[in-house]
Every structure is written in structure tokens, then in C-alpha cells.
């Protein structure tokens, strides 16, 4: 593997019109199931949607963004303790999973899986793009997807063969996010500096002048992550995730 491999990977969010074989599909998704998952348990489902109809229904799910109808593939990646569930019913065991815990578990073994599944990709010359849309539409996205009890979409990717490069957006130095033997918090030149280099980037002047900002961040509290909408998703995904049977332990 060339040693740029992850310093040169972009996300891709134009794709060509070609299609992936039924075949690479099988073998991504057979690799990406050798991430690790917890106790071994893969308590994970993807869903691929191919079909023109299905991308339509998706795409305002996503605020319509236009990697959706624009990819070969969209992938549900879900959170899934049905499966464990049912085999642990049919086989005389009492599952325990019916709870924000075991949410969580299934979540991270979701996210890893997915992750090893974009890598697998990208390794392979398809582009892959995340939709962090996913939680905040979770359940219109179940209802098309006909999503069972305990089965919650936790993000999405959109994959097919890349049209276009993605631009290189940058990262924080490394410092920024490493910390040696005890966490080092930061004093408010410490942030400043770290953040320095990103905030000088052409592409962040851009973004803090077309939104009428006046820094960096304030894009991100005020236009792109706003408080309102964190708390507005934070209700809609926490109701969904309890009525799919992960709800908090009643006293
Ligand atoms: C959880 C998650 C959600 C994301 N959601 C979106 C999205 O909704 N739309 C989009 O265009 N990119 C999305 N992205 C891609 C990021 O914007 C992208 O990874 C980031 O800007 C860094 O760019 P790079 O991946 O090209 O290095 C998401 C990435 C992650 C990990």
C-alpha cells in the first residue's frame, strides 16, 4: 500500500455513472465484516439502495444533498440487535439488549464496521462520502428502509466511482489532538495557535466571509452546527432510538 494512502484520501461527493458489480459489493462488505465488533456479536446491517425510485424517496432524508441521487450506491449503515436478538430467543437465552447500553454497542460496532467498509473502498479506487444526515432523519429513513424493532440507522455513506477528486480541507497538527500520558488542556492561546493555521486556509476566509462571520467558528456555532438544531435532532433521535426498544432501564 502506497505510504500517502490515508494522508491523500478526500471524501468524494461526485461519482461517475458506472456501476459497481454485485460481486465488489459482496467482497467490501465481506471485508469490512472482519472489523473488529464487540464480543464478536456484528451488531451491525447495511442496507444498499440501488434503485432510482428508492435514492428519490431517500435523497430529502438528506436535505437532498446531491451525492445521493448522484452515487451508484447509497448504504444505511444501522445499528441491528435484532438479529442477536431473535437467535438468542430461538435458542432458549434471555437477551438483555433493550436498553441505551447495548445501543451504544451496537453503535460503535456500526461505525467501525462502516469505516472498514469506506476503506476497503477507497483502497479499491471507489469514493465514498459520510451523510451525518442520517441521525437527524433517522426515522424517515426507517420507515422507507422498513427497519424492524431495534434496528436504527446511524450513518450513511454514498459510494461509487469518483468523478472528481475531493478538495484537501487540512487537519489540526497533530499536537492538537495527542496528548502524552495525561490529557493537556488548553489555555486560550494553546486553542488559538492550534487553530491558527486552519483559520488562515483560503477555503475558511471564503466560508467566514460568504456567511457573513466574523470568524471560523462562529460559522460553526451560529450557521452550520447551531444549538437550536443539536437540540431539536438530540430530541427527534433520542424518542426514535427509545421506540425502536433502547430506551433507559425503567426503575
Ligand atoms: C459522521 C460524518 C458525517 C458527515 N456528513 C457529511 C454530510 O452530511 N455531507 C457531506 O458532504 N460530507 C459529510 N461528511 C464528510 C466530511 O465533511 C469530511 O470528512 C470532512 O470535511 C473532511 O474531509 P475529507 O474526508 O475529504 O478529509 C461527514 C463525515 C463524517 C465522518
Not at 440487535?81 to 431473535?86: E, L, P, S, Y
Not at 432523519?137 to 440507522?153: D, G, S
Request: aromatic share 12%.
Amino acid at each position: 500500500m502506497n505510504e500517502n494512502f490515508f494522508i491523500g484520501r478526500r471524501t468524494v461527493r461526485a461519482y461517475e455513472s458506472r456501476h459497481i458489480s454485485d460481486d465488489l459489493m459482496e467482497k467490501l462488505v465481506e471485508e469490512a465484516s472482519h472489523a473488529p465488533t464487540t464480543g464478536n456479536m456484528q451488531l451491525y446491517s447495511v442496507v444498499a439502495t440501488r434503485s432510482e425510485e428508492m435514492k428519490k424517496r431517500l435523497a430529502p432524508c438528506h436535505f437532498n444533498q446531491p451525492s445521493v441521487e448522484g452515487c451508484d450506491v447509497v448504504l444505511t449503515f444501522c445499528a441491528d440487535f435484532n438479529r442477536f436478538i431473535k437467535w438468542c430467543e430461538a435458542s432458549g437465552a434471555k437477551p438483555g439488549y433493550d436498553n441505551f447500553q447495548s445501543f451504544m454497542t451496537a453503535v460503535l460496532d456500526t461505525v467501525i464496521f462502516a469505516q472498514q467498509f469506506c476503506t476497503a473502498a477507497e483502497m479499491k479506487g471507489l469514493g465514498c462520502c459520510y451523510l451525518g444526515t442520517t441521525t437527524y432523519n433517522a426515522p424517515q429513513i426507517a420507515e422507507i428502509l422498513e427497519l424492524p424493532e431495534f434496528v436504527v440507522p446511524v450513518t450513511t455513506l454514498t459510494l461509487g466511482y469518483p468523478k472528481s477528486k475531493g478538495a484537501d480541507c487540512g487537519r489540526l497538527p497533530v499536537g492538537a489532538v495527542l496528548h502524552k500520558e495525561c490529557y493537556s488542556d488548553y489555555d486560550e492561546s494553546a486553542v488559538k495557535n492550534l487553530y491558527a493555521e486552519k483559520e488562515a486556509r483560503e477555503d475558511s476566509r471564503k466560508f467566514v466571509a460568504e456567511n457573513g462571520k466574523s470568524s471560523l467558528a462562529q460559522v460553526f456555532t451560529d450557521v452550520r452546527y447551531t444549538r437550536e438544531a443539536n437540540e431539536h435532532f438530540s430530541k427527534v433521535y433520542y424518542d426514535f432510538i427509545e421506540s425502536r426498544g433502547f430506551g433507559m432501564p425503567l426503575k
